[in-house]
């Protein structure tokens, strides 16, 4: 039948999760581990020793293994060793070669086996034994099987159902200083029970969890140098506790713990015999203790430390600590609390009063009714306070009456942590004026501060107001009362408008050097809020508004409010929305060994923003938007860096942006950098997206060089030949022109022999439409000198001769023919049709290459040879002549209308 199973389904699950866990969670080992001489050989189901160790080893873990009993032929190898723990094994016995085998052996951890039986020769051997741990066997002791043990010094049989505290019957172990004895199963500590301990040191005795019911006299007196004994969870009873005190009369002991002992109760006589020790420390915790008897403790006038945390105690009165003169310490925290059955705790007026040497007070996480004005009183030697966490109705609204009963303590430390504070009303702390340190972290605190809530603190070095709500104002007073003030803490505290004030309220505090705004939403500030601050060391402004204050943009500039702080060591700025650091925002912070701007939205930095941080170590910039590391921005706050930490970055992994850095990294040995392998990932090129920074390859940058000379020659030759275009565009005449005389000038006008020129009477018979003749005779006959002779139709035909006779004449005559073409030329029937035929006839017939055109008009190739039977084409370039639009340019056309002329006339090949 499955059903009734059912519900013991999960505890065995669970149980199997955990029996699983613990393997599974550890990667399990599969060899032992050495290392300086320890061999960790725990945990691998070994039945012996491995046989492969070092020779040299001194220690070696064999716990949690399958032992059956102590290996001593595997031993044989390592006779070095001086700690061997076989804990938690299956060992039933103990023999003597153990220690004949490692006769140095110091210490021996024999604990959670199976021993029974131990005899006197069963560790006869181990005289060098120091420490010895049997604890959790089944011990059963013939004879004296410790006698030889001369060097012990700690012994523990905890856990064995020993029935008798008695290890032995003769005194011995003459070293022995700590003996456990806890979790056995004897109720009676008999007068001789410690007498083999008689010639003994014993200092520490730990019983705990042994049930004594019967403690027979003089049973403490063989070890009365005992000075600690621990009885915690040992069930005995308000009645044999003061038995025992009775019999640790007359002993040395100093310390004596009796937690979770079921103490409800105290009375007057608890302690009664304790009156004549020493003790000094008394710890009382966890007993469930409601009432504590008028005078319980007035026996203890040398206890120091009296710790009564964890209880439940509902009323401290007058005569409560009656006695504790030498008190220095008390500890009561979680001692006075309200549950749902109780009532509030009550401290009475002056129940204090007798502690008049008690320098620190702790009522952490207490709960009491009220505060009087006499609470505290007579706490003459108070040095420290410690309310935190509690509850005190009267702490809500602090005024001057709150804290009045502590005018008489020379109080430093104040801890007001977690009170449930609302108002802090003028003086509250005026009677403190040795105070130097006030915590009111984590209160509700909602008001202006104007300065008079700090009067009478003229010794205060901090003041920590953190997590307050953020509802807590400044004004320009708030800290004039308090100019000693080296650390103030208004984390996640400050109303938004809290620092937006013309007057900073902390100009007055030249010996600050520890300001925390951070987590506070602040947006706006003055550039004069830290002026002053020549101390301030470690400024906290993370997790605030701060961006618009260093944008550019920002309407009179950025506000450069870090420029006072010339002694800044620690700067913290993350998550401040910033995605600009302005050219001198961080100007002459030299000083500076710790930046912190993680969490931003920043992107590219300007060059030389850090430059004056040449102290800087640490550095954090993870979180942002950086995609380039140029040596611009970081050579200098890299040069002495400590640690680094740029993660999470989209890095562009690009030579210009990237090569620097990860050149930078690899050669790094000073710095370190936390997740370089798997946290600095490159965001762009495509190429290298999502891959370690560390995979990309400098070596790919080394051949920019070549490249970016082609490129600069290349992109230099694209530029000269776009200017070179150009200029021949619109001066390309020009430049001909003076190359034209340049070259005559060097050359000689003509490539013509001199002879072809002596054949001819004329340089150029000149053909023109009738309209042109007077352009002709302005532009062309004006030319004309005794090297250069045109002839015109008009003035030069041969006399006696017809007209057509003479012009054929002439056209022989002369060396070239140079029409000048207009649209009315094209359109003359006698010009083109008998003119231009017969010389052009006269030029093929001569084989003359002899004509020459002068456009005055820009007329079309086809119309030209329509009438004319010429193609431009058909000529030498340096023949086809324009007349220029440009007067300027007619110099040039001359020119070039004398080397048309003077070009010889024989054909081309
Ligand atoms: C043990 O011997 C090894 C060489 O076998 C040596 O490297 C090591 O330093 C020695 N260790 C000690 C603690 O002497
Ligand atoms: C105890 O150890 C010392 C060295 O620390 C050694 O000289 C001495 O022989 C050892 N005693 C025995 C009995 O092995
Ligand atoms: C307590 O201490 C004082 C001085 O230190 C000493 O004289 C006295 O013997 C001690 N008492 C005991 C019981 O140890
Ligand atoms: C605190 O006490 C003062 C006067 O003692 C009073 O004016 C003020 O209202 C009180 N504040 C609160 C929050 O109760
Ligand atoms: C003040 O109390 C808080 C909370 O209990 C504690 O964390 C802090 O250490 C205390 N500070 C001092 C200076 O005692
Ligand atoms: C501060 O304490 C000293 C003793 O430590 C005392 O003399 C002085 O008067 C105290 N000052 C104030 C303002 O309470
Ligand atoms: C500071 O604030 C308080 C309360 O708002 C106000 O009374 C006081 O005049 C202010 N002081 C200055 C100097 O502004
Ligand atoms: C500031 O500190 C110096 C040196 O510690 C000290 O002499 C001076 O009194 C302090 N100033 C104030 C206003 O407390």
């Known amino acids: 039948m499955g059903i009734p199973h059912f519900p013991f389904l999960p505890a065995v699950i669970i149980l199997c999760y955990f029996m699983l866990g613990h393997c599974v969670a550890s990667p399990k080992k599969t060899s032992c581990t050495v290392q300086d001489g320890r061999a960790d050989c725990s945990r691998l189901s070994l039945q012996a020793v491995p046989p492969d160790l070092p020779r040299n080893i001194t220690s070696l873990d064999m716990s949690h293994n399958r032992l059956v009993g102590i290996p001593t032929p595997s031993l ?46 069963d560790i006869i051997h181990c005289t060098n034994l120091t420490g010895l741990n049997l604890g959790s066997n089944r011990l059963k002791l013939k004879g004296e099987p410790f006698l030889v043990l001369q060097s012990l010094k700690f012994l523990d049989v905890s856990q064995n159902k020993l029935l008798a505290a008695k290890l032995g019957s003769q005194p011995q172990l003459p070293s022995l200083e700590n003996l456990n004895l806890a979790l056995n199963i004897f109720t009676t500590l008999k007068k001789d029970d410690f007498f083999f301990l008689n010639d003994s040191s014993l200092q520490f005795l730990n019983l705990s969890s042994v049930s004594l019911k019967t403690l027979e006299p003089g049973c403490f007196e063989p070890i009365s140098g005992l000075h600690t004994l621990i009885m915690d969870k040992s069930n005995m ?109 009550i401290i009475d007026d002056f129940s204090f009063q007798p502690l008049s040497a008690l320098e620190s007070l702790i009522l952490q996480r207490t709960s009491v009714r009220d505060l009087t004005e006499n609470t505290f009183t007579g706490l003459t030697s108070l040095k420290e306070l410690d309310m935190s966490w509690s509850s005190y109705s009267s702490l809500k609204n602090l005024t001057k009456k709150t804290l009045a009963s502590l005018a008489g303590s020379p109080l430093r430390v104040l801890n007001l942590t977690a009170t449930a504070i609302v108002q802090i009303n003028p003086g509250a702390f005026c009677n403190l004026g040795n105070l130097t340190t006030l915590l009111l972290d984590f209160n509700f605190i909602k008001q202006t501060l104007t300065g008079k809530e700090f009067e009478g603190l003229g010794q205060i070095q901090e003041i920590h107001i953190s997590n307050n709500r953020q509802s807590v104002n400044l004004n320009s007073t708030s800290f004039v009362n308090v100019p000693s003030l080296r650390v103030l ?54 997790h605030n508004n701060l961006a618009r204050l260093w944008k550019s943009a920002n309407p009179g500039g950025p506000v450069l409010f870090l420029k006072g702080t010339q002694s800044l060591l620690s700067l913290q700025l993350d998550s401040n929305g910033l995605d600009e650091i302005p050219v001198e925002g961080l100007k002459g912070l030299s000083n500076l060994h710790d930046l912190s701007v993680a969490n931003n939205l920043l992107n590219s930095l300007k060059d030389s923003i850090f430059d004056d941080l040449n102290s800087l170590k640490v550095l954090r910039l993870q ?191 002369s060396r070239k023919i140079l029409f000048v073409i207009t649209e009315r030329l094209l359109r003359d029937p006698w010009c083109t049709r008998f003119t231009a035929h017969h010389a052009l006839h006269q030029v093929i017939e001569d084989s003359r290459d002899s004509v020459i055109l002068v456009f005055l008009q820009d007329v079309h190739d086809y119309k030209l040879s329509q009438s004319l039977f010429l193609r431009r ?32 006339n024989r054909l081309q090949q």
Not at 78 to 92: C, D, E, K, P, R
Not at 500 to 523: V, W, Y
Not at 748 to 763: L, N, P
């Open 76 to 121: 044989t190898p390592y006779q070095g060793l001086l700690h061997l723990n076989v804990g938690f094994n299956s060992i039933t016995r103990l023999d003597q070669g153990l220690c004949q085998t490692l006769s140095l052996l110091q210490t021996l951890n024999v604990e959670h086996n199976e021993v029974h039986v131990l005899e006197t020769g």
């Open 237 to 345: 009873g308000t009645l044999v506790i003061s038995k025992l005190c009775s019999q640790l009369s007359g002993t040395a002991i100093n310390a004596l713990s009796l937690q979770k002992m079921k103490l409800v109760t105290l009375t007057k006589t608890t302690f009664t015999g304790l009156e004549k020790t020493n003790l000094t420390s008394l710890d009382l915790s966890s007993n469930g203790m409601g009432k504590i008897e008028n005078g319980s403790f007035q026996w203890l006038s040398r206890l120091l430390t009296l710790i009564l945390a964890d209880n439940n105690i509902k009323h401290l009165t007058k005569g409560t600590f009656e006695g504790l003169k030498s008190l220095k310490k008390l500890s009561l925290s979680k001692a006075l609390v309200k549950s749902h059955t109780s009532s509030t705790p």
């Open 489 to 542: 803490t208004l984390g996640k505290s400050l109303t938004v408008s809290a620092l937006d004030k013309d007057l900073s309220p902390f100009r007055s505090l030249s010996n600050l050097t520890f300001l925390d705004l951070s987590n506070n939403n602040i947006a706006n500030m003055r550039e004069n809020l830290l002026d002053g601050l020549v101390n301030l060391k470690v400024l906290k402004l993370q």
């Open 623 to 813: 979180k942002n938007f950086i995609t380039t590391v140029r040596p611009e921005v970081f050579k200098t706050p890299m040069s002495n860096l400590s640690v680094l930490v740029m993660d999470k970055n989209p890095f562009d992994c690009t030579c210009e942006s990237i090569l620097w850095f990860v050149t930078w990294l690899n050669n790094t040995n000073t710095t370190s950098v936390p997740g370089l392998s798997d946290q600095y990932k490159c965001n762009t090129p495509l190429a290298y997206f999502n891959r370690s920074i560390m995979d990309f390859d400098t070596l790919s940058c080394k051949d920019m060089a070549p490249f970016q000379a082609l490129y600069i020659l290349s992109s230099t030759v694209v530029i000269m030949l776009i200017v070179s275009a150009l200029l021949v565009r619109f001066h390309g005449w020009r430049i001909q022109f003076y190359w034209n005389i340049v070259i005559n000038r060097t050359l000689g006008f003509s490539d013509a022999t001199v002879e072809e020129g002596r054949e001819f009477e004329y340089d150029a018979y000149v053909i023109h439409a009738a309209e042109d003749a007077s352009w002709v005779g302005k532009r062309i006959a004006s030319l004309g000198n005794e090297n250069c002779k045109f002839c015109l139709e008009d003035q030069d035909s041969v006399p006696g001769m017809s007209q057509l006779e003479s012009i054929l004449e002439n056209i022989r005559k």
């Open 873 to 904: 084409g058909m000529l030498r370039p340096c023949c086809i002549l324009n007349w220029p639009v440009h007067k300027e340019r007619v110099p040039a056309f001359h020119q070039k209308l004398l080397i048309a002329l003077s070009m010889t």
